[in-house]
């Protein structure tokens, strides 16, 4: 039994037995920056993204203006946050340099941890390199020249990524996590946000492109400190979370950044690796390392710990089927309550991703959600998953979901197991959960008994360590990020308010629930309802 294991049951008991370092105070004036910053780095501009999605599909290959899109709408600064809400930050959100900026994606404390980085090889648009994606900018900061996608493609294995490396794809998306970004705030805790972050990110993308016919199937087990070295990065400080293979269109067509003539080797202060990036073992690497704006940079144990478990390997990889055994339990409960067809949702993907946000303490139970919405927040999260490599098409799925119903028109207050193949709720908790809600939450940004109902995705988490190892503790986090992702996403589309939190106490929800015993975990909480008629709020982008 690895450390994933402990880190997984330390987690879970935080609420009652809080992780080292106990009394944690996070230096906000010392604060890192919100992005990595590469001086001297040339920054490409991306053009305009392409037009938003028909519903017809655009062609199963990706071509520069969609992968602009895809990152704009994704991890791009769409709007400035300056609503009058509950949380803490709001007396700082007027100050610049405090400002906080919409993106479609979540992220834990909205802190965007996850870096972007494009490998682009032979056919693609631009000079073959190492770019990474500047998302304040919306351009790619170039920080190689030269073809390295072979050593990407070594990193994945034979049969990486569903055999996309086989094929000989030429065009990667790299995501890795620079912990600092995360853990000055949340320590030890940081490595449980931050894989759910990657998570939130991955499906983002993955709603972008599916109604434009496009593909998004991650990997998570590839050689990682083979990237971290091509990437120029210390691994016990950066870690590489997934590796996203593209089908570029037009792949045999000459290569040449935006506005620029196409070039050869390396840029000047730039490594490189010729013209080739074909050959395994090249030994290029990024020369060009990042600014850190933090004078103190610490350092803590559980998360170095739990980051060396779960250092992966391609010869790691599960074996198809490896994760039968530690499938979601068929749904528990008293007769089922059948819910209504989910409503049609009036804003498709791109309008909910620009409408996405948190509510903090704007919800207003004098409103209820209507049953149809809340069938159709359910069967969206049942669906969510990562679409990793460890994960058959058509297998099992990972994750159960529990409705703590408060104001849901036509179904009584209570606890429930949503049942997906019924489409139905299973009673398991009689009577109006506001009380325990509230009660076992931490934080004062909600008001839980004024959402219309709160949604909690559960994973067996421990059956999934033991089916496939201690990386499989990244895939159990990004599973509970895709389907955190999916409810913000669902509710923006109809027009309801959202939040998601990880501050409660998990095992007060394991006993409500009569979870005990089954290893089930329940990982976050999802708020979902109406907010306040007419909120304050400042137009910033007349002002």
Known sequence: MGYAHDYADAILHRGRTPMEPVDFVPDWVDRPRKAKFYPGAETLPLPEPAAPATGAGAGPEFTLPLLSGMLQDSYGLTGRRLGVQANTDLAALPHYTQANWSRGTAS???????????????????????????PHQHGVRRLLTGDVTGEVRQALGAEGADGAAAAGCTQYLVLGVKYWQNSFKYNSFSFHAVSMD???????????AAPRGLRVAPALWFDEERLAR????????????????????????????????PEAGRAEGEGGSGPAGREPGTGAAVRRRDSERSRAVLEFETLERIHEATLGLAADRPAPGALDA??????????????????????????????????????????????????????????????????????PRLTALYAFVNHVEGVAPGAYAYDPAAHALRPVVPGAPG????????????????????????????????????????LVNATVGAVAQTFYTTAAAHGLGAGVALGFDNVSYIEELG?????????????????????????????
């Open 435 to 474: 009380p325990f809600l509230q009660r076992n939450y931490f934080l004062s940004n909600y008001n839980l008994e004024q959402a219309g109902v709160v949604v909690v995705p559960t994973v067996r988490t421990t059956a999934v360590l033991d089916a496939v190892g201690d990386r499989g503790y990244r």
């Open 198 to 208: 990657v998570g939130a990110l991955l499906q983002t993308w993955r709603l972008w």
């Open 326 to 395: 530690a499938a979601a339990f068929p749904p528990r409960g008293g007769d089922p309550v059948p819910l209504p067809p989910p409503a049609a949702a009036p804003l498709g993907v791109d309008g909910a991703l620009r409408a996405r946000r948190s509510s903090f303490g704007r919800f207003d139970a004098s409103r209820a959600v209507t049953a149809e919405q809340l069938a159709a927040a359910l069967a969206d999260c049942a669906a969510a998953s990562v679409g990793s490599e460890a994960e058959r098409p058509g297998g």
């Open 108 to 134: 834990g404390g909205g802190l965007y941890p996850v870096s972007v980085y494009w490998a682009a090889g032979a056919g693609g648009p631009l000079t073959p390199g190492l770019y990474h994606y500047a």
């Open 230 to 261: 091509l990437l120029g990065v210390a691994s016990r400080e950066e870690g590489i979370f997934a590796v996203v293979p593209l089908e570029w269109a037009g792949g045999a067509q000459e290569s040449a950044s935006p506005g620029r003539t």
């Open 515 to 543: 979870l005990t015993g089954t290893g089930e975990a329940p990982l976050l909480i999802m708020l979902l309802g109406h907010e306040r008629p007419e909120p304050a709020d400042f137009r910033h982008e007349i002002a």
